[in-house]
């Protein structure tokens, strides 16, 4: 008898988790929206999760961001599993087609890609897009390669391999770094190309921008690309670049935001890779938030999409103020205006979302 | 039969056309599941055939700038992974397995038998957590020092990091050993005592009675056993994904960081976008389910077999 | 005769020598867990949620919200159908269509679990265009069915025959007999197989990975992403900030204990089990 009652007390449990979890049901049509969800590049991850954590304790919209890479972000937009996706690298023709309406790129703010590395006296290197490039192709094997040093007269610089750590998933990251490489160097053009994805020549790969920042911190005498924050962060070195110029530049808010200083696009889909600017740091790039120009897709309400829309207006303004301590340079005043024109141009139902 | 059915009969008679239906259903649906699986499989990576075809079995290149889908590293790295661990992890679980029937005593082998237990239970996501921050670092250092060993500087050099092929191996030998030494300890518990006894009354040593008596009736069922911890160490996910490096390369040493079937799908399925990107990883785990499949279903038919004997 | 005395001892001590490097190797890697998991464990770890990045502070209470809901809700819609298959395969035993419900039980059980997330993924998270908890649910329960089916069926192939036939003697109908005799008899067993299943999808990460997908937040609504701990683990093991894979240590601890909760749960029953039939 007594073993009969194992059952029922297990199974009744399971009931009333069964029917708790019924009872909370989807998002009402009528009621506010208190959560949105996005998914995307780990570019801007610390950023969107400190003005998040800010949006939800200003406003009690609880904001849930995944940083699973751009290629995640715009795959989850695609499927329409999330409210936004994030993405450093702008759709391509393919993925636009792909994602069947028109999407809007929202920047959100400028970063800088820096090259972080692990060396025994931590040295403040100098390098170049022409040396990158032969080290990411696997041409420049040893830290102390003539090239190198001549970069960095004074520098003793070890006799020790380098190891290539690059990124195993899809990345905008990655995609700024390659595209930058392939302004610079016509093999790196022509053998490996630009992408969110590449056939890397050599090197390991880590996940996400804090699984490379992860592994250049385990591993002796490797290089790898990642955003500025989590070098900062986790306290890692990074080198100063090469501009077009000519002059070496330290990745910081205000060179990243020089970088930012071109005539921009309505649509604001922009590289800034290599920008002309004396005090520009080369391997800048804007990062965006995507979005469907058209909210009503799927089952969205109304409510869902002014949720969003207010969100993204917040990002473009309030938001603004917290860039700086994270280590992103702000948007420059003309994007912001041309970010909030696209954000007013957001429709439900072929009218514009009040 | 001319007697009207009470109610309570008519009652308990709905309720057993109900209880045959639900465990009718329960069956069907078991069946169905499997058959949903591949059907899913099969269409949702159609793209992949579609710009591949059967090639893409023998392809080595994967190339998502290009499009350029082929399994072959993942194959390579899944069996050398798979076989490797099996390889290293066999004698042990044989040595474990005979020590908990022959040797120890039901106060040795009670405790030793939880232990197993203990670690089977482990779920894979620790055992990365450990590979990554204990295992990975032993691993880079022997490679450091295999490398200046055998004189070769690319060894020395990628061996700072320690993940890839051996590390894999090495946490899969870990994560398996448990699971064969109790599927082996089981079919070494049926041998009769009959014939154990028998044989050391005739004056066999210990182990001569193991090797001459013991092993040879288990065969079957230890080979069963063998084949069921392969098709574990194949599908093994997150710790391989944790500790093998994800290198797209077909890799040429054991040293080098590559990728296992689940492992590449684990780090790339979510941002896939191109939909023959989607469509290959797909294919990828259609490729990994079907082995799987077969696996099982061999391994079962030796054990029935070893069983019956 | 010597030689074979040799080989004798030789073979008996690389035989105890494998199972003394077996319990070496468990506790390395308990212990790591142990010390490491304890020493960073704390208030906050249990009550907060995590902070935004590369702050210091925070916990995994949403994942250890998340572990349980996803996990009793997975044992809520698996236990049905893998107690009924099981019940179907035991009665059934012998004939050709039970025996291909064993088959399949079998190379479910042997499915990668990465698969299955795959499978969630396509079929029910891009279906309802949302990640949610529940889809991660789903693909847990094709991993709880199999567990359940064998074990059901196992522990219902232990209950004296005489029981039943006596039940049947009687002019109980199958169901009746199956439901008050078999059931009751079998239920403590049934129970702690239940539980040891639910042990080990509590552990799973792959198919959480593109079905759950995560979330900062306390989340209680199924319908909605949701973190759990094995995700929480994958995720900080592989950052770089050192507080990040503190916490994951201590997430492993916690993990570890309540699967060492729920398999003594089980261990439990099955002994009150023995001690009845005995």
Redesign the interface.
């Known amino acids: 008898m007594k073993n009969k009652r194992h059952v029922s007390i297990l199974l009744t449990l399971l009931a009333i988790v069964a029917l708790v979890a019924s009872g909370c049901s989807p998002q009402g049509g009528s009621t506010t929206v208190k959560e949105l969800s996005g998914a995307g590049a780990t570019f801007p991850y610390p950023l969107y999760s400190k003005m998040f954590d800010t949006y939800a304790s200003a406003t009690g919209v609880r904001v849930n961001y995944n940083s699973i890479g751009s290629g995640g972000g715009i795959k989850a937009l695609t499927d329409k599993t999330v409210d936004f996706g994030a993405s450093d690298a702008f759709l391509t023709d393919q993925e636009e087609a792909a994602m069947g309406a028109p999407v809007l790129h929202i920047p959100t703010c400028i970063g800088a890609v820096v090259l972080s590395y692990n060396l025994d006296s931590t040295p403040a290197l100098k390098l170049d897009g022409t040396v990158l490039a032969g080290i990411f192709l696997g041409k420049v094997v040893k830290w102390n390669d003539p090239v190198i040093s001549a970069l960095n007269p004074g520098v003793s610089l070890p006799d020790l391999a380098i190891t290539v750590v690059h990124r195993s998933d899809g990345s905008g990251t990655t995609s700024i770094f390659t595209s930058y490489l392939a302004a610079i160097s016509p093999t790196w053009k022509s053998t490996v190309g630009a992408g969110k994805s590449v056939s890397w020549p050599t090197g390991v790969g880590g996940k996400g921008n804090d699984g490379v920042a992860g592994m250049i911190s385990q591993t002796k005498g490797s290089i790898g690309y990642i955003e500025l924050v989590y070098a900062v962060q986790s306290g890692m070195p990074f080198a100063s670049l090469k501009n077009a110029s000519g002059s070496f530049v330290a990745p910081s808010l205000a060179s990243s935001a020089a970088a930012a200083a071109v005539s921009l696009p309505n649509d604001l889909r922009v590289v800034i890779v290599n920008s002309p600017g004396t005090d520009a740091y080369p391997i800048s790039a804007f990062t965006w938030i995507l979005v469907y120009k058209e909210q009503k897709y799927a089952s969205r309400t109304l409510a869902q999409a002014q949720a969003l829309k207010k969100l993204l207006a917040w990002v473009l303004i309030d938001g603004q103020s917290v860039n700086e301590g994270m280590s992103y340079a702000k948007l420059p005043a003309p994007a912001v205006t041309k970010a909030l024109a696209l954000v007013d141009s957001m429709t439900y139902g072929g009218t514009a979302i009040p | 039969m001319a007697a009207q059915p009470s109610p309570s009969d008519r009652r ?2 709905a ?2 056309r ?3 239906a ?6 069907v ?3 169905a ?2 058959a ?2 591949l059907v ?2 099969l269409i ?1 990576s159609r793209t992949s055939r579609a710009a591949f075809g059967l090639p893409f079995l023998w392809h080595s ?6 499009e350029k889908f082929g399994a072959l590293p993942m194959i390579v790295g899944t069996l050398v992974t798979g076989f490797g661990a099996l390889l290293i992890s066999t ?2 679980a ?3 397995a ?3 029937a022959d ?2 005593g039901r106060k040795v082998a009670e405790p ?1 038998k939880y ?5 089977g ?10 590979g ?3 295992l990975v ?1 032993i691993v880079g250092k022997f490679e450091v020092w295999f490398g200046k060993l055998v004189g070769s ?2 060894l ?3 061996g ?2 320690g ?1 890839g092929l051996l590390a894999a191996i090495l946490l899969l030998a ?1 994560m398996i ?2 699971f064969s ?1 109790s599927l082996i300890l089981e079919s070494l518990l049926v041998v009769p005592t009959e014939l154990k006894e028998g044989a050391l009354a005739l004056g066999a ?4 009675m ?1 090797q001459n008596v013991e092993l040879p009736y288990v065969r079957k069922s230890t080979v069963g056993a063998l084949v ?1 911890s392969l ?2 160490a ?5 710790a391989v994904t ?1 500790v093998i ?4 390369k077909m890799p040429t040493t054991l040293f080098d ?1 590559a990728n296992t079937l ?1 492992s590449a ?11 023959v990107y ?1 469509g290959s ?2 294919q990828l ?1 259609l490729i ?2 079907v082995i ?2 077969i ?3 061999l391994a ?1 038919v030796i054990l029935r077999r070893g069983i019956q004997q | 005769m010597t030689s074979r005395k040799l080989k004798n001892g030789v073979m008996g001590f690389l035989v105890a020598a494998s199972a003394v490097l077996l319990i070496a190797v468990l506790v390395v890697i308990v212990w790591h867990i142990f010390i490491l998991g304890v020493k960073y464990l704390n208030w906050d770890f249990f009550t907060k949620t995590p902070t935004p990045m590369g702050e210091s502070g925070g916990g995994v209470f949403n994942a250890i919200v998340g572990t349980f809901l996803i996990t009793l809700m997975a044992a809520a819609i698996g236990t049905p159908f893998g107690m009924f298959a099981g019940i179907y395969v035991a009665e059934h035993r012998g004939q050709r269509f039970a025996g291909v419900v064993r088959l399949c039980a079998d190379a479910l059980q042997g499915v990668p679990s990465i698969v299955i997330g795959i499978f969630g993924y396509t079929f029910l998270v891009v279906r309802f265009r949302s990640y949610s908890a529940l889809s991660a649910s789903v693909a847990l329960a094709f991993m709880f069915v199999p567990t359940t089916t064998r074990v059901t069926e196992e522990v219902l192939n232990l209950v004296p025959s005489g029981l039943k036939e006596a039940a049947y003697a009687l002019g109980a109908r199958r169901s009746s007999v199956v439901w008050n005799v078999s059931i009751k008899t079998a239920a403590a067993g049934i129970t702690s197989g239940l539980l040891t299943s639910m042990a080990r999808i509590a552990g799973e990460t792959a198919p959480l990975l593109f079905t759950a997908f995560g979330s900062r937040y306390v989340e209680w609504n199924m319908l909605r992403p949701m973190s759990a701990l094995p995700l929480q683990i994958f995720v900080n093991a592989s950052s770089p900030y050192p507080a990040l894979q503190q916490q994951a240590w201590s997430a492993a601890f916690v993990l570890v204990l309540l699967i060492l909760l729920l398999q003594y749960g089980a261990k439990h029953l099955i002994a009150r089990v023995l001690r009845v039939k005995a």
Do not use: C, H
Not at chain 2, 121 to 130: A, R, T
């Open positions: 308990e008679a309720r057993e109900a209880f045959t639900a465990s009718l259903v329960a069956a649906a078991l069946v599941t499997i949903l699986f899913q499989l949702t290149e994967w190339n998502p700038v290009t004698p042990f044989l040595g474990i005979i020590f908990l040797y120890a030793i232990l197993i237990g203990l670690l239970g482990l779920p894979s996501v620790i055992f990365g957590l450990w990554l921050f204990v670092p500087e690319a020395v050099a990628s700072t990091t993940v870990i050993l448990p030494a040593t210990k182990w001569d193991i069921l098709g574990r194949l599908g093994e996910t997150m944790m490096g994800n290198g797209m960081p689940a799908i684990a780090n790339q399925f979510l941002e896939a976008t191109s939909p989607i990883l797909i785990a990994l389910f799987a499949i696996i099982n279903v079962r």
